[in-house]
């Protein structure tokens, strides 16, 4: 079947248009998206300004275009943490149903982390052993651990690096600025590491999205144009190298490094803070870079679902 999978995440809308069946891995068919940046369209009181909505309802409408354009049968639409954490969740999803006939599901922390992990199961497969798995989003950072396809712990904390670059201005950060932002960023991760650590040393630790594949990129990682295959990691030391550094870019600096990307280039920075603090406070040396994250543990729930009710019948 031919499935579109839109989804509003707190930095862009992507719509992916997957060829899928129970016993396969979903065949990318069709990409498009658009630099939203909803987590940055918030107004004083935490809700998600006109603007954004506007952005929002705009991105969904063309999206169904594409969708039908492309044949899709079925669309699974779902939004992060943006839209979740917004102070006017029910009307962004009323205003974009009642405009695009679109009905979004909203995904909790949780749920987020959850198919992230099932996605990185999926692609490493039994022989990887116990997984740790990070995602740093826009909105929110992800982790979860466990030894089957469903985590044995998964939590979500406001530490997206959108989030997180409200403070990050062009030049950089001064240092009382970057001592408080490291310090809040390793205290959030430390209060929630007791769970992740209890539940077992993970066999492979594994970072997914664009932040981490963007940092892995930085510290020497193979292009994406080499393709899903290839060996891709971001080690620690690399890391600290670095840091120095891209602490002292401008943003148009920034924008030169390899992997790195226009709409994304102030969110580096806090990112590598996060990404460090990660690794440090779980002791991990390294982390492996999958391909796969939240929209492919969303495909793949969904075809789990149909075999189950084929099955059945």
């Known amino acids: 079947m031919r499935l579109g999978v839109l989804d509003i995440g707190s930095n862009t809308g992507h719509l992916l248009v997957v060829d899928a069946h129970g016993g396969a891995a979903p065949l990318p068919a069709y990409s498009y998206k658009q630099p939203l940046r909803l987590a940055e369209h918030l107004d004083e009181s935490g809700a998600v300004s006109q603007q954004g909505i506007e952005a929002l309802t705009s991105f969904v409408r063309e999206s169904m275009r594409v969708a039908e354009d492309k044949g899709c049968s079925e669309m699974l639409g779902f939004a992060t943490s943006a839209v979740r954490d917004a102070g006017n969740t029910d009307d962004v999803l009323e205003n974009v ?3 695009t006939g679109v009905t979004l599901t909203v995904l909790d922390g949780e749920d987020e982390a959850r198919l992230t992990f099932l996605a990185v199961r999926r692609w490493f497969g039994w022989s990887a052993g116990r997984l740790a798995v990070f995602d740093i989003g826009g909105g929110s950072l992800e982790l979860a651990t466990g030894s089957d396809e469903a985590p044995d712990v998964a939590r979500s904390l ?3 690096a959108a989030r997180l670059a409200q403070v990050f201005t062009d030049g950089g950060l001064d240092d009382k ?3 408080d932002l490291r310090k809040q960023i390793r205290a959030d991760i430390a209060r929630d590491a007791g769970h992740l650590i209890r539940a077992g040393v993970p066999d492979k630790a594994v970072a997914t999205s664009k932040t981490f594949r963007s940092l892995a990129r930085i510290c020497g990682a193979a292009p994406s144009g080499d393709g899903l295959l ?5 080690p620690l030391e690399g890391l600290r190298e670095r840091f120095p ?7 148009s600096q920034l924008c030169s490094l390899p992997g790195v990307s226009l709409s994304r280039v102030h969110q580096i ?7 460090e603090a990660c690794m440090d406070i779980f002791n ?3 982390l492996e870079i999958c391909p796969w994250a939240l929209r492919e543990g969303v495909i793949l729930e969904r075809l789990d679902r149909l075999s189950v ?3 059945a019948g």
């Open 245 to 251: 550094r891209l602490i002292a870019m401008s943003r």
């Open 309 to 311: 009710v084929r099955t």
């Open 158 to 160: 406001p530490l997206g």
């Open 177 to 179: 600025t970057l001592r």
């Open 284 to 286: 991990l040396t390294t």
């Open 269 to 275: 920075v806090p990112g590598a803070l996060v990404a």
């Open 97 to 99: 149903a009642k405009r």
């Open 230 to 234: 290839v060996h891709r990691e971001l």
